[in-house]
């Protein structure tokens, strides 16, 4: 059967399209980690963040590190290719700015003992803008 | 359609150079590497294994692998012609090379043997998907970054991209001066994947023998090289639909697009 050459880029678009749209049917994490003395609350939020430097699973793990030291977070899950992490903690012993603050702190390189600043920085907080990327 | 070809080429291409320059000045989260396909192809294993994607890729990247399979299967590797930004630039070289060298089509230097060019296109290739694809599942990082001339031209200097990385881009587009389209022909491991869904590929060009005079313009406007003029039907896995051989023959209807329904006819290129 005879066909349109426009037909063509008709067919490109429409794929690609579907292929941007159905992406939310595959949404899975990088990483998610279970903090170690994350005692079960029945309270627990989820603060959602898009934090610039979480790039890959190596940095959302690097970022996940930064709350080992802070009460009260009991999971992380990173989506790396947006760059969004979603923190579980206890609102009885921490929030989500302490949160922010403790992912912002310098991050700290074991092999030379020096300290890097301004790795990460939130960005947006559960879905508001609290910052420019490249602020 | 030459001429919107060109467009869907040149505004992806520009796409992709204001993406990852964006990126690469913290302007943007939005990497070159989102709305990669071979990105899906490359995290499908962790993400079929274990629901996790693997280093940089995501969701996006798996779905526009999928979605691409089904163009394929669809439109050949339509994709190859009218979006990938890296086959647009290993086009437009070809085409430059051959007004420079004024050649009178795109089989280059050194004419490739038939045989010789199916073994390079069905073995080098895989043997490089089967390379980086083992290398991904086990390191759970995307190696091929430093490596792939998409990733080193349009992320600004991405991460990963060393300065091996351009001498290696550097011998790509070397190699595509002497034999044209050599990276999308030989070495992309893209190419490789859909190779099977495009010999399946429903759209195909057909030359009806009663119109066509044989003058054999289509085969030397073929960017890819193909044997347009000695066929009936062009079952080859390698067509990317760009039109350039209707586009260069003289006769009306000689070459139209059909529809294929019917399985592949055995013996055909
Ligand atoms: S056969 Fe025609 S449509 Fe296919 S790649 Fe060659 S020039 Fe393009
Ligand atoms: S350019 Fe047209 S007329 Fe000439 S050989 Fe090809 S199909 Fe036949």
Known sequence: MRAPAWIIPVLVVVCTAA???????????????????????????????????????????????????????????????????????????????????????????????????GLYQVVELDGEKIADVDD | MKRLRLIFQLSIVAAAAFAGVRYALGKSLVSVETYCPFGGLETAWSFFTRRRFSCAAGETNLALFIALIVLTILARKAFCGWVCPAGALFEWEAKLARRVFKRRDFSGVWPVPAKVDRALKIGLRIAVLGLVLVATWKTGELVFRGYDPYYIVFSAHGHDVKAWSYLVLAALLGLGLVMPMAWCKYLCPLGAALWPASIAGRLRLARNEHHCTGCGACDKNCPQDLPVSRVKELTSGECTLCLECTAACPTPQALELRWSAVPRPKGKR
Do not use: W
Request: net charge negative.
């Open chain 1, 19 to 117: 292929g941007i749209g159905g992406s939310r049917l595959l949404v899975a994490p990088s990483l998610v980690h279970t903090f170690a003395d994350a005692a079960p609350t029945a309270d627990a939020r989820t603060a959602q963040m898009v934090v610039e430097g979480v790039k890959c699973v190596d940095t959302a793990e690097r970022a996940v590190a930064q709350l080992n030291e802070l009460d009260g977070v009991l999971k992380c899950v990173a989506y790396a290719a947006r760059a969004r992490l979603d923190v579980t903690y206890d609102p009885a012993r921490t929030s989500a700015p302490a949160i922010r603050e403790a992912l912002e702190a310098p991050v700290l390189v074991p092999a030379t003992g020096e300290y890097l600043f």
